[in-house]
């Protein structure tokens, strides 16, 4: 069974500092990993999709990698702001049969300005 | 066609009642999911629909979860006899299928569900 862990679940920063946050799963045959945006009280917003044949995506001050080997992703945000404030989740999805997406915790940041 | 729409955006039920939520998922879109989110946890997935055909289901979703899809368009989650551990954020999502390509999922803002 894929399991997905976020760490750290929760980061404060002050603005302008660059950040990682990271996301493991313990099944390495994935199709592809997301990257999502989470709002107090709202859905998601995708920011990144990682085809498994990927490496790594970039949008703007958001860049994320995928190492499918070893079971890792990394999201990297630049000169963070105080609007990059929200919980950020990774989600993988394994094989193109079957199409749900398992889900880490979530990180939690803050970006104090 | 500018997102996933979901319906009502909070609902507050007491428990025993039956609640149905709906999803609209993006017109072109023919996968449409249905995910739970508790507090501080990620969203889990209770099932998935291609088309009108509802092809997988979470062992989270009881007899007392039903979920359609007719004609393949929008979709309803019904909850029978609501209880509190049914109180969590309900998620729809949409993606396309083209063979050989994963397309992400978007998703709608959610339906809070609070059984009182």
């Known amino acids: 069974k894929q399991e997905v862990t976020q760490i750290p679940a929760a980061l404060s920063v002050p603005e302008g500092e660059n950040l990682v946050l990271n996301c493991s799963f313990t099944?390495?045959?994935?199709?592809?990993l997301q990257w999502f945006r989470q709002d107090p009280g709202k859905g998601l917003t995708s920011l990144l999709l990682i085809q498994s044949s990927q490496r790594e995506q970039t949008s703007g001050r958001l860049n994320a990698s995928l190492d499918k080997s070893s079971g890792r992703s990394t999201l990297y945000i630049a000169a963070s702001q105080p609007g990059d404030s929200a919980t950020y989740l990774c989600a993988v999805r394994v094989g193109n049969a079957g199409n749900m997406l398992t889900f880490g915790g979530g990180t939690r940041l803050m970006v104090k300005p | 066609d500018t997102g996933v729409s979901q319906d009502p955006r909070h609902k507050i039920t007491k428990r025993g009642q039956n609640v149905t939520f709906r999803c609209d998922p993006i017109s072109e879109h023919n996968r449409l999911y249905w995910y739970r989110q508790t507090l501080g946890q990620g969203p889990e997935f209770l099932t998935y629909?291609?088309?009108?055909?509802?092809?997988?289901k979470s062992r989270l979703l009881s007899d007392r979860f039903s979920a359609e899809r007719p004609k393949g368009s929008f979709s309803t989650l019904e909850i029978q006899r609501t209880e509190q551990g049914d109180s969590a954020m309900y998620l729809c999502?949409?993606?396309?299928?083209?063979?050989?390509f994963g397309y992400g999922y978007t998703f709608g803002s959610g339906t809070r569900l609070t059984v009182v």
């Open positions: 099944d390495s045959a994935i199709y592809n």
């Open positions: 999502a949409s993606s396309p299928e083209v063979a050989g």
């Open positions: 629909f291609q088309n009108e055909a509802q092809l997988e």
